[in-house]
C-alpha cells in the first residue's frame, strides 16, 4: 500500500505525457528546419513556446482561411518579436543583427507543422489528413530558385534566400507551389508533399528536377 502510494506521487498523468511527447516533437521540429541558427541566442525558447501556445487553436482550424490567418499572424508575431543573428567572417561583421525575415518565420513555422500535423498526425489522424491539405511548402533557396525558373514573371525580382522573402512574395510563392502542383501533378499532391519531392531531388544530387514522376 506504502509503495502504491509512492508509486502515484511519481507516475506522470496521462496528460502531462502527452504536453512532454507534443513539446519533444516541436523542439525536433525546430532543429530540423535549420533555421534556429539564423537567430540570435534564446530565439529556439521563445518560438517553441509561441508554438506550442498556437498548437491547439490550429488544431481548431475550421477552414483554409482561418488557417492562413492564423499562419499570418504568427509570421507578424515573428517579424516582430525575434532578431536574426549578426554575421561574421573571420572578425568581421558582414551582416548586422535585425528583424527575422516574414519568409524566414514562415519557413520555420511550416517545417513544425509539417512535422507535428503531416508526420506525426496531430491532433487526431482525421483531422490531421484535414489540414494537411492548406499546409505550405517550407521553401528553400532551391526551391525558390526551381519556381522561379517555371515562372519566371510571377514576381518582379524573384528572392534570391528565404531572408529576402517579405509577407506578399511569401503568399505569391505558396500561390505558386499550388499552381505546379495543379500543372505538373495533376493536383494529386499536396504542397506539404510537394516540399518532401522537391527538397529530395533538389538537394540530394539529381541532375534533372524532371526526373521526378509526376503521376
Request: net charge positive; glycine share 6%; aromatic share 10%.
Amino acid at each position: 500500500m506504502e509503495y502504491t502510494k509512492k508509486l502515484e506521487k511519481v507516475r506522470p498523468k496521462r496528460r502531462e505525457a502527452e504536453d512532454v511527447k507534443r513539446c519533444n516533437i516541436v523542439d525536433m521540429a525546430l532543429g530540423f528546419s535549420a533555421m534556429m541558427r539564423l537567430f540570435e541566442e534564446g530565439s529556439k525558447e521563445i518560438i517553441q513556446e509561441k508554438i506550442l501556445e498556437l498548437l491547439p487553436v490550429f488544431f481548431t482550424a475550421q477552414s483554409e482561411e482561418e488557417f492562413k490567418q492564423l499562419h499570418d499572424g504568427f509570421c507578424r508575431w515573428g517579424i516582430k518579436e525575434i532578431m536574426r543573428t549578426k554575421r561574421e567572417k573571420g572578425r568581421v561583421v558582414v551582416k548586422d543583427s535585425g528583424p527575422a525575415s516574414y519568409g524566414q518565420i514562415g519557413k520555420t513555422l511550416d517545417v513544425v507543422l509539417h512535422v507535428v500535423i503531416y508526420y506525426a498526425q496531430y491532433p487526431t489522424v482525421e483531422k490531421a489528413k484535414t489540414i494537411s491539405k492548406w499546409l505550405n511548402a517550407a521553401m528553400d533557396t532551391k526551391m525558390m530558385a526551381f519556381l522561379a525558373g517555371c515562372y519566371p514573371d510571377a514576381i518582379d525580382k524573384w528572392p534570391k534566400s528565404v531572408e529576402q522573402v517579405g509577407g506578399k512574395e511569401y503568399r505569391v510563392i505558396q500561390d505558386y507551389v499550388r499552381r505546379f502542383i495543379q500543372e505538373e501533378h495533376g493536383s494529386r499532391i499536396m504542397p506539404v508533399q510537394f516540399d518532401d519531392i522537391y527538397w529530395e531531388v533538389l538537394n540530394r544530387g539529381s541532375k534533372n528536377s524532371k526526373q521526378v514522376n509526376h503521376t
